[in-house]
């Protein structure tokens, strides 16, 4: 079972969130989907099912490794770069 090789160096505690929505997707005019928290920096942005895949996008531009759900109810960690939940 593959797993995610960045979990022990993540911040404790996780960064507050930078916004309450997905900035780029305000920036678009659209509508974000769900919404993720990066647990490197907090950075908010959209899944993606959203039209700017803005999750994707934010690790492709820093690296950071680690995003979780922002979505109420939920509770998740996913890892872009080992491709796990954490």
Do not use: I, N, Y
């Not at 995610?4 to 507050?16: D, F, I, Q």
């Not at 647990?39 to 039209?51: F, I, K, Q």
């Amino acid at each position: 079972m593959k797993q995610c090789t960045h979990a022990g160096t993540l911040p404790h505690p996780e960064p507050a969130p930078a916004s309450e929505t997905c900035p780029e997707c305000l920036a678009d005019g659209t509508d974000p989907v769900q919404l993720r928290l990066c647990l490197t920096c907090g950075h908010v942005a959209c899944c993606d099912s959203s039209p700017g895949q803005h999750a994707t996008m934010h690790h492709k531009e820093t690296g950071h490794p680690v995003m979780r759900t922002f979505e109420p109810g939920e509770d998740w960690r996913w890892c872009f770069v080992d491709h796990v939940l954490v």
